[in-house]
């Protein structure tokens, strides 16, 4: 049973680019979370996404962005990149719309330059 | 808003022996779930332990279990028998209601010495 998987591992962006990040969930999840690690903080939880729409948003400007897929896979998007931008970038899946607990999978490294 | 309080930027203990983490949280909610999760330098986030609000038994999970005060808003967590693979950040993170968005600490940086 595959667990949660994030593409890419790393990535190095310019100030103004555009990213996209991917996750797949775990088998038999419908729900996806992001959230957002910053070096030596906790994970800040940027949106959650269940049956292909938004349903909760953390505190983060326009410019992140997401979209879910018939299949349950998730991308975030970040627009117009700042440096301030630069962490690691974690995706969760859960099941049962919601109520289940949040697996992990290992993250997007992202480094904006 | 949600807060998490983890009081202990870092501790260690010696293999084998006991360490407790503590955790201390601020929630309007009445039914929420309450997370421990580890984070070893490989930076995958790890589930250790899951409390449900509502139940008063605290948790148990083979070496790990938790001490939930609810009235407190406390829950710490207890490891047993360390071991050194148990080296890892440690992040407690309540649940916000039924919508599950997980509010983390700034987490623990637990060594344990051989």
């Known amino acids: 049973d595959a667990g949660v998987t994030q593409s890419p591992t790393h990535l190095i962006k310019t100030r103004g680019q555009q990213v996209t990040l991917r996750c797949s969930p775990k088998s038999g999840h419908d729900t996806v979370s992001w959230y957002q690690q910053a070096l030596g903080q906790g994970p800040q939880f940027i949106f959650q996404?269940?049956?292909?729409?938004?349903?909760q948003r953390g505190n983060f400007p326009d410019r992140f962005s997401g979209h879910q897929f018939p299949n349950y896979s998730s991308e975030l998007n970040v627009n117009a990149l700042l440096l301030g931008d630069s962490a690691l970038y974690l995706c969760?899946?859960?099941?049962?719309?919601?109520?289940?607990?949040?697996?992990f999978g290992p993250g997007t490294r992202l480094t904006v330059l | 808003a949600q807060t998490v309080t983890q009081s202990q930027p870092e501790m260690s203990v010696q293999e084998a022996e006991t360490v407790t983490l503590s955790c201390t949280y601020d929630?309007?909610?009445?039914?929420?779930?309450l997370f421990w999760y580890k984070q070893p330098p490989s930076r995958q986030m790890i589930l250790v332990i899951r409390?449900?609000?509502?139940?008063?038994q605290n948790a148990t999970e083979n070496r790990f279990s938790v001490n939930f005060q609810k009235a407190a808003k406390s829950f710490s967590l207890k490891i047993s028998d360390s071991q050194l693979g148990d080296t890892a950040m440690y992040f407690c993170a309540p649940s916000q209601g039924g919508s599950e968005k997980l509010v983390f600490g700034k987490g623990t940086k637990l060594t344990v010495n051989p």
């Open positions: 969760a899946s859960s099941g049962h719309g919601g109520a289940g607990t949040q697996y």
């Open positions: 996404y269940y049956e292909e729409e938004e349903r």
């Open positions: 929630t309007s909610e009445n039914n929420y779930y």
């Open positions: 409390q449900e609000a509502y139940k008063q």
